[in-house]
């Protein structure tokens, strides 16, 4: 396929994906996981965050009250975490890895460390990437659970099923996104 168009295909195969995964098993979305992640070590720490009631609904409830959302999902989650999207998000992780261990074209050691577009415009200082990519990563997840879900759920699974929300919430992220990072990455006069 041309170089140029290598977007396509990959555009095309993602929307297989997601189709496939709505129609087999449910929309995909993954930052409930980091939910379910704080909740079992939160567990270990306190005993009775999850409570099983047995022969009731929900079968799982917390003292937690946004562990009880959704009739009790996120503590049944917590419960028994090895569900579907514990394993979608550790099969990504697996991807990723496989990915980067069959590709044709071997990244430089530097790009793995810092991209080009980064180091053009704030240099070699890769403590100050990895600062700054904590917090961007901090107010992502902390903004996708603000939402009720994160960019995977909300705009690509969401658009997929036409749903309202997810055309609103794809405008929301690129009306920021866009002047956000026209400002941050201006090119030096």
Known sequence: MNKDLSWLKGGLLLGIVFLTAIWMVKPIGVS?????????????????????????EPEYS??????????GKY???????????FIFVLSMI??????SRFSKK?????DKISPKVWRDKFGENHNK?????????????FGARLAGGCTSGHMMSGMMQT??????FATGVFATAIPIAIIFFKPKK
């Not at 071997?106 to 530097?110: A, D, S």
């Open 32 to 56: 409930t996981q980091f939910v379910i992640v704080d909740g079992i070590v939160w567990k270990i720490f306190s005993k009775e965050l999850i409570q099983h009631n047995q022969n009731a």
């Open 163 to 168: 749903s309202v929300s997810g055309y609103l």
């Open 106 to 110: 071997k990244i430089q050691q530097k």
């Open 129 to 141: 990437r990895l600062v700054y990519t904590f917090v961007a990563g901090f107010l992502v997840l």
């Open 94 to 99: 697996l991807g990723g890895f496989l990915s």
């Open 75 to 85: 503590a049944s989650g917590i419960a028994n975490p090895v569900n579907y999207g």
């Open 62 to 71: 917390s003292t937690n009250a946004y562990l009880n959302k959704n009739n």
